[in-house]
């Protein structure tokens, strides 16, 4: 048994891939032996699509249709497009890993900030472009993108190089493009974390979901779900799960981890009996109709290439694998939430 097949009736099982997974045999082995998704970490950030090097050597010509490269994507979309898997795009629009110079005058980030209606331009032929070039030479991998990540904080809109320079519409005008130039049947999702929080769930669901929603703009609510042993709570996260789900958008959870320091076997189980919690509530939702979930993503593989440990600073045994890819507790505890107690 593995992953994809149990949950098959449910939602699509994802993954995030780094480099260093992509070109480790055994660790793509893993990813399709066991997932029917993935996710590139970092590879379709905005960083990684710019070509700053071309934009800054001829503005004028790029000023407004920014320059791109695709040679960081082409290999995750060939693996995809080989081995029948599918892909989530992540992420069109994130203040982070976006060079600054994108918003600045001759893309020099030592210049001013260019104007509202000229970074608007960049954003729209930037989605144009990205989503035209994985649309016509792999079609039908990518089936849902994270349009814009992280637009909430503190109470509020975060202020970001985002709002500075466009203002607090730049999201919704990035969604109006990537629904302008997305293929039909390509979902369209806001992605954020700590998704659970009463103020946040709420925040989102009126400020940023019911208005993309009126104009059509949106597809579903992607919960990263970057998870501790006892943060959220469970009776928390349900609940948001139900609330998104109520809006009658799909779902996706798609950042899933568990931050846990500690290696030994009653951590490591109590880690498998709280990931079997959390799929209990995916497949309630699912099953009940009280959310629509239809892929959930694990972030990362392996223990050993989280990205917790670096971001945490210690050592993290958040995953379902470890090592040279063997199955953890956590694994048999998920597999059996979809198939029941008895699955090998
Ligand atoms: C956030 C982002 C992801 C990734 C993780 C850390 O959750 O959405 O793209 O950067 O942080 O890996």
């Not at 490591?268 to 079997?276: F, G, I, T, V, W």
Request: charged share 25%; glycine share 4%.
């Amino acid at each position: 048994m593995n992953l994809k097949t149990a949950y098959e009736p449910y939602f699509k099982i994802g993954a995030a891939i780094s480099r260093w997974n992509l070109h480790t045999e055994a660790h793509m082995k893993l990813l399709t032996d066991q997932f029917n998704s993935f996710t590139c970490e970092n590879d379709m950030k905005p960083m990684f699509f710019l070509d700053m090097n071309k934009n800054m050597s001829e503005p004028q010509k790029y000023d407004l249709n920014p320059a791109l490269t695709f040679e960081n994507a082409i290999p995750y979309l060939e693996f995809a497009k080989e081995n029948g898997i599918s892909m989530r795009g992540h992420t069109l629009v994130w203040h982070n890993q976006t060079p600054k110079g994108f918003f600045c005058e001759n893309y020099n980030e030592n210049f001013p900030f260019a104007d509202r209606e000229t970074i608007l331009k960049r954003l729209e032929n930037y989605i144009k472009g990205v989503l035209t070039f994985v649309q016509t030479n792999y079609p039908g991998i990518i089936y849902a993108w994270d349009v814009v990540n992280e637009i909430v904080d503190e109470g509020d809109f975060r202020k970001s190089i985002w709002t500075q320079t466009v203002g607090n519409d730049f999201y919704v005008k990035a969604f109006e493009y990537a629904r302008k130039y997305a293929a039909d049947g390509v979902d369209l999702f806001y992605n954020d974390y700590e998704t659970a929080l009463d103020w946040k769930r709420d925040f989102i669901i009126k400020n940023v979901l019911t208005p993309l929603m009126e104009k059509k703009l949106v597809d579903g609510m992607g919960m990263q779900s970057h998870l501790l042993m006892d943060h959220p709570d469970l009776s928390d996260y349900k609940k948001a799960v139900e609330s998104y789900g109520a809006l009658g958008i799909k779902l996706h959870i798609t950042e899933l981890d568990m931050h846990n320091t500690d290696p030994s076997d009653k951590s490591m189980h109590e880690l498998a009996l709280r990931y079997k919690e959390f799929f209990k509530i995916y497949l309630d939702a699912k099953k009940s109709g009280k959310a629509n979930i239809t892929s959930v993503t694990f972030w990362n593989l392996l223990d050993e290439t989280s990205w917790l440990s670096g971001f945490r600073k210690e050592t993290s045994y958040p995953l379902l694998f470890k090592g040279k890819c063997e199955a953890k507790e956590a694994y048999y505890a998920v597999l059996s939430a979809a198939l029941g107690p008895d699955t090998p």
